[in-house]
Nanobody, 121 residues
Framework: QVQLRESGGGLVQPGGSLRLSCVASGNILSIYSMGWYRQAPGKQRELVAASTSGGSTNYADSVKGRFTISRDNAKRTVYLQMNSLKPEDTAVYSC???????????????WGQGTQVTVSS
């Protein structure tokens, strides 16, 4: 059973920083990409940042220069360092992984349950 577990969310003041982590566990043969999405109340879910197994990354325009995604492939972990946070960054942040399951030999997108990030004074 593949699981993604996020941690690191919370309440932070504008201008502050948070670091999110997401660990993939279970019978996994290969992870192709890992990334972070967010959904604010009343809005659609959007891509925040993603990282491929080859090391390429892409970011939403709204977070470029403020957020950094990184991966530790040995630990099957993806991080999102968020700096200079703004109130508009408030959302539920969810981890996503495009991976090959070792039990079903199926490539599929898996999701974590999400972690709340609130930016407020």
């Amino acid at each position: 059973q593949v699981q993604l577990r996020e941690s690191g969310g919370g309440l932070v003041q504008p201008g502050g920083s948070l670091r999110l982590s997401c660990v993939a566990s279970g019978n996994i043969l290969s992870i192709y990409s890992m990334g972070w999405y967010r959904q604010a109340p009343g809005k659609q879910r959007e891509l925040v940042a993603a990282s491929t197994s080859g090391g390429s990354t892409n970011y939403a325009d709204s977070v470029k220069g403020r957020f950094t995604i990184s991966r530790d492939n040995a630990k099957r972990t993806v991080y999102l360092q968020m700096n200079s946070l703004k109130p508009e960054d408030t959302a539920v942040y969810s981890c996503n992984a495009d991976l090959l399951s070792g039990s079903s030999y199926t490539r599929y997108n898996y999701w974590g349950q999400g972690t709340q990030v609130t930016v407020s004074s």
